[in-house]
């Protein structure tokens, strides 16, 4: 079977960056975050950093703290299907245990970790939807607090640490894939 890889940190940490990597080898992507922008669209409000909080939340209120695991399982399965699978943004604990189930061994946890500071700059210069230090610190709380976002890191197969430039965490991404090949 083909196996997926789970892209998990925090806001910033350079998650996308990373499945961008994958996806530049031809992988597929399942982009959990894409669910709560096409619920926010869908219903013809404005995407924003306050508004997708909502929806996030609003949905594992309604389907449970594993909802965007359930939502996307189907996608998943078809993606891998046909070949490896980066998964973009998985938050939860739930997501992970509900994933880990349907995949087992075929689910590989990459853990992308950067101080709060730089963190912090990068997110604040981003040209899509950037965040002030305010939004970051409150997003980083709602997203420990309620979205369980902590254990999906702690439990990570692999940990990659981005506190340098992309031609670090490039090197990084190629060491990842050494240990990956040979699982």
Do not use: H
Not at 28 to 52: C, D, H, M, R, W
Not at 54 to 63: G, K, P, S, T, W
Not at 106 to 116: D, K, P, Q, R
Not at 123 to 134: G, N, V
């Amino acid at each position: 079977m083909n196996k997926a890889v789970a892209v998990v940190g925090m806001c910033g940490s350079g998650k996308s960056v990373l499945c961008s990597y994958f996806t530049d080898m031809g992988w597929s992507s399942v982009y959990f975050g894409g669910v709560a922008v096409s619920q926010l669209k869908k219903n013809g409000i404005p995407v924003t950093e306050a508004n997708e909080r909502q929806i996030r939340e609003q949905l594992r209120a309604d389907l449970g703290m594993g909802a965007f695991a359930v939502i996307l399982k189907e996608e998943i399965i078809e993606k891998l299907a046909k070949g490896n699978v980066v998964l973009d943004g998985l938050y939860s604990w739930s997501e992970y245990v509900i994933l880990k189930e349907l995949l087992g061994d075929n689910l590989v946890v990459l853990a992308v970790v950067t101080n709060s500071e730089i963190r912090k700059q990068r997110l604040k210069s981003r040209p899509i939807r950037p965040l002030t230090e305010e939004m970051v610190d409150s997003r980083d709380i709602a997203e420990i607090e309620n979205s369980e976002k902590g254990g999906p890191i702690a439990k990570a197969d692999y940990y990659v640490i981005n506190n340098g430039t992309e031609r670090q965490l490039k090197k990084q991404f190629r060491c990842f894939m050494k240990w990956f090949n040979k699982k």
